[in-house]
């Protein structure tokens, strides 16, 4: 049988491959298949994305709808899906799984293989990769510390040094922790999470000096692994695949939301999820409300896409980002962003809102802009043959590939597809893929999402707010 190892390298853009930088993710891309339209979700936020990477299912389906989300059971409330505290807690609120689709770790689990999931990301991301990990006795080490790891990943912790505290420190320590204690003997599916360069470039700016060294030194911990597997007796069973969960936009410039909405009265109880997707909480608003709320939007100037469950003239519907879920905000927008380049010659900029602590020139991710939707998705190993693909492919493909290539049941429930491309013997099919686009506009306001569709599989292509000129 197969063994699978997935690397995501959180926050990577395609576009920050490079010789100088990323080596061994250059020479990894050429010994395997690589995804040339890989795309994130929406909210292309961490813990939707991981989420998306477990259950192989939009949002739309798993429920884990933003990094920042309203209570289910209380929308005064809101929920820091980073805190793996808070999902416990909202857990034992909700009397059910936070997940409402099993993830990667269940179905291995219910089958009797075994999973590892090795992360330096936050412990609410780490939980959502294996909730149940000490009911399955799967191994989990966060490089967050014991009481964030499952009881078998303690054990391993126990063996190894202390977890550093800085970022990029901490994100070399994971990946030489799976290296020296599971490439011996890999279980049949693992993860291990890096969090740079995500965290460098929101703290230390997109491209930055910071940010391109916390790059190069995960790339060494990667060409590691990669250098032992080749040379060793995994090298034939161990698959590897390696993405990254979004990208990143540069902030342009800021703007105080909180003082717009206090201007007008439509605001009064009505609280903002905050950041460059974000959702609105008013519990006691009218329909008729609500539509005035996301038609006001739509006439500022800082907004660039506006999306609701009851959609106005202008708005478009939930559906058609795949966010449709009762959990979901009845109305969510997206921060104005662009295709144009910063000041380090990166495409993509966005206005960024005032309450979160992000300087101008920081990265950013949640919306809907090319650049933030477009993720690294490449796989290499015995079973893949090389290339380059130009189907759509994304998060949601993930973990039905990797139940083929373990060669197990599961995949066809998902929302996502076989990459079946990438796959060694694979004979080109007759699949054909094309786009569709969900559009409206009102009033001088119009906006589009463009997707791809390849029979019930779908992936977001990007959104955006259009000039008049350029709507139809």
């Known amino acids: 049988m197969n063994s699978v190892l997935l690397v995501v390298f959180d926050g990577l853009r395609p576009d920050a491959i490079s010789a100088e930088t990323t080596p061994n993710l250059l020479r990894f891309a050429a010994m395997g298949h690589r ?198 007796p995994q090298r034939d069973r161990l698959q590897i695949i390696v993405a990254s969960d979004h990208g990143h936009v540069a902030i342009e410039r800021h703007y105080t939301v909180s003082a717009a909405f206090a201007r007008s009265s439509l605001f009064q109880g009505v609280r903002s999820t905050g950041g460059a997707s974000a959702g609105l ?66 495409p993509g900029l966005v206005t960024m809102d005032n309450a979160v602590p992000l300087k101008v020139g920081g990265g950013s991710h949640g919306g809907l802009n090319r650049a933030e939707l477009s993720t690294v998705l490449m796989m290499a190993g015995s079973a893949i043959q090389p290339g380059v693909s130009q189907r759509p492919a994304g998060l949601v493909d993930i973990a039905p590939s990797i139940l083929a290539l373990l060669g197990l049941p599961g995949g066809e429930t998902m929302d996502g597809r076989v990459i079946e491309e990438a796959l060694a013997g694979h004979q080109q099919g007759n699949a054909s893929y094309s786009p569709e686009t969900w559009e409206a506009h009102h009033e001088g306001f119009a906006q589009r999402v463009a997707r791809w569709r390849m029979g019930r599989h779908v992936w977001l292509e990007h959104g955006e707010r259009l000039h008049p000129q350029a709507s139809t």
């Open 35 to 232: 995804m040339a339209r890989a795309r994130s979700v929406f909210p292309s936020e961490t813990r939707v994305c991981t989420s998306a990477v477990a259950t192989g299912c939009h949002p739309q389906r798993h429920g884990l709808v933003a990094n920042k989300m309203i209570h289910p059971l209380d929308p005064t409330r809101t929920v820091d899906t980073g805190d793996g505290e808070a999902l416990r807690d909202l857990e034992q609120a909700l009397g059910a799984a936070v997940l409402q689709e099993p993830g990667l770790s269940d179905r291995l689990g219910a089958l009797g293989h075994d999973f590892a999931v090795f992360s330096s990301g936050t412990t609410g991301q780490t939980f959502l990769l294996a909730p149940r990990a000490d009911r399955l006795g799967q191994v989990v080490v966060s490089a967050h510390g014991p009481q964030w790891c499952s009881i078998a990943g303690q054990s391993v912790l126990a063996r190894l040094d202390p977890p550093p505290s800085e970022p990029t420190a901490r994100a070399v320590w994971i990946a030489e922790a799976w290296r020296r204690t599971q490439l011996p003997n890999p279980p049949a599916a693992s993860v291990l999470w890096l969090c740079e360069p995500d965290t460098s470039s929101h703290y230390q700016g997109l491209d930055s000096a910071a940010q391109r060294h916390a790059l190069k030194h995960v790339d060494a911990a990667f060409g590691r692994i990669v250098d032992e597997w080749q040379a060793g």
């Open 281 to 346: 909480s008013a519990p006691d608003a009218t329909p008729e409300r609500l539509a005035d709320i996301a038609t006001w939007l739509m006439q500022q100037d800082w907004i660039e896409t506006v999306l609701a469950a009851n959609p106005p003239p202008g708005a478009l519907p939930l559906e058609a980002a795949e966010i449709d879920h009762p959990r979901t905000a009845r109305i969510l927008y997206t921060m104005r962003s662009s295709d144009a380049a910063g000041s380090t010659g990166l």
